[in-house]
């Protein structure tokens, strides 16, 4: 259902090896102490399904998310200066996601690609998304932040200084679908894992709205 394209350079040496990875087995504790580290299953945990209306039709929904270890720090024009900075942005576990609207008869429609925030993703048709030659959806990974998009290319974001970069260059990662389960580990760095469908909002963020973040105020 799903391939992830990873960029040719992503900066964080442990997603590169791993991404994604399953949620680990521990406790939070464990989980900063680096158990993360360790090698792991690509995953995909699929949510229940939910129901969603867009643009006036009724589809069945479905969250597909993905875990990474870590989520680096942002960099002017899209480098990882100072990838490991918590001032810049950086922190353990990083959740990102798609959610695909079915019709009643089960086929494909729409996608919604986070990115960061729910508000700064984007919509587009299923018969405008690429996909392999097996049918499986095509999900670009950005370079160090995760987020995900459905072509290649850079990402202007923050006046240039947290731009997303894409790559059709990178490994290709067909992860294993799970069902997902309530998982909790805030305490050790501010993540969730829910069940439920992840409801996107009814509209894409615009160009210009990511390049002038945080000072759009439609988005805030």
Same mark, same amino acid.
């Given at each position: 259902?799903?391939?992830?394209?990873?960029?040719?350079?992503?900066?964080?040496?442990?997603?590169?090896?791993?991404?994604? $990875?399953?949620?680990?087995?521990?406790?939070?504790?464990? &989980?900063?102490?680096?158990?993360?580290?360790?090698?792991?299953?690509?995953?995909?945990?699929?949510?229940?399904?939910?129901?969603? &209306?867009?643009?006036?039709?009724?589809?069945?929904?479905?969250?597909?998310?993905?875990?990474?270890?870590?989520?680096?720090?942002?960099?002017?024009?899209?480098? $990882?200066?100072?990838?490991?900075?918590?001032?810049?942005?950086?922190?353990?576990?990083?959740?990102?996601?798609?959610?695909?609207?079915?019709?009643?008869?089960?086929?494909?429609?729409?996608?919604?690609?986070?990115?960061?925030?729910?508000?700064?993703?984007?919509?587009?048709?299923?018969?405008?998304?690429?996909?392999?030659?097996?049918?499986?959806?095509?999900?670009?990974?950005?370079?160090?932040?995760?987020?995900?998009?459905?072509?290649?290319?850079?990402?202007?974001?923050?006046?240039?200084?947290?731009?997303?970069?894409?790559?059709?260059?990178?490994?290709?990662?067909?992860?294993?679908?799970?069902?997902?389960?309530?998982?909790?580990?805030?305490?050790?760095?501010?993540?969730?894992?829910?069940?439920?469908?992840?409801?996107?909002?009814?509209?894409?963020?615009?160009?210009?709205?990511?390049?002038?973040?945080?000072?759009?105020?439609?988005?805030?």
């Amino acid at each position: 259902m799903i391939q992830l394209r990873l960029h040719h350079a992503e900066p964080s040496l442990e997603s590169r090896t791993s991404i994604p $990875c399953s949620i680990p087995d521990a406790d939070a504790a464990a &989980v900063d102490a680096g158990a993360t580290n360790a090698a792991c299953a690509s995953v995909v945990y699929a949510s229940e399904v939910g129901t969603m &209306v867009y643009n006036n039709d009724l589809y069945s929904a479905r969250t597909y998310s993905f875990y990474y270890p870590e989520n680096l720090a942002l960099g002017c024009w899209g480098a $990882c200066v100072n990838p490991r900075s918590q001032a810049w942005g950086y922190h353990r576990h990083d959740l990102e996601a798609v959610t695909v609207l079915f019709t009643q008869g089960g086929l494909p429609r729409h996608v919604f690609f986070f990115a960061h925030a729910d508000r700064q993703g984007m919509w587009v048709p299923w018969a405008e998304c690429e996909r392999t030659a097996d049918g499986a959806l095509v999900v670009y990974v950005a370079r160090g932040s995760h987020a995900s998009y459905p072509r290649p290319g850079r990402y202007w974001r923050v006046l240039g200084f947290a731009n997303d970069v894409c790559s059709s260059r990178g490994a290709m990662v067909r992860p294993v679908v799970r069902p997902a389960q309530d998982r909790d580990l805030e305490g050790g760095g501010g993540f969730s894992l829910r069940a439920q469908l992840r409801v996107p909002p009814p509209t894409s963020i615009t160009p210009w709205q990511r390049f002038i973040l945080p000072f759009c105020a439609e988005l805030r």
